[in-house]
């Protein structure tokens, strides 16, 4: 499956954005699907996924604030990110895998481009 991530930008704190990450090829409702991001000078850490029959998961950090979602028509999923605020500046990426969803990012075979949110304070 090939995954375009999309929707970044520069946004002032308090303000919202939403990704969209467009999948083709293999079935996307079969896939779980994830958003990670990181920041410069730190690990990829987790965001947000969602399971094939939409069950959510987020990190402590987003959880309130973020919303994912996914469109199976569409073929595409969602990260609606509130309340922005400057620690959440970093290249967030889209990842797929056919499998029970998980939180991990080595369990993600399928990744996208990254798409870069700048939180200006």
């Known amino acids: 499956v090939q995954l375009q991530a999309s929707g970044g930008g520069l946004v002032q704190a308090g303000g919202s954005l939403r990704l969209s990450c467009a999948a083709s090829g293999r079935t996307f409702s079969s896939a779980a699907m994830g958003w990670f991001r990181q920041a410069p000078g730190k690990e990829r850490e987790f965001v947000a996924a969602?399971?094939?029959?939409?069950?959510?998961y987020y990190s402590d950090v987003v959880k309130s604030r973020f919303t994912i979602s996914r469109d199976n028509a569409k073929s595409t999923v969602y990260l609606q990110m509130n309340s922005l605020k400057p620690e959440d500046t970093a290249v967030y990426y889209c990842?797929?895998?056919?499998?029970?969803?998980?939180?991990?990012?080595?369990?993600?075979?399928?990744w996208g481009q990254g798409t870069l949110v700048t939180v200006s304070s």
């Open positions: 990842a797929a895998r056919f499998g029970p969803v998980a939180t991990g990012s080595i369990l993600y075979s399928h």
């Open positions: 969602i399971s094939r029959n939409n069950s959510t």
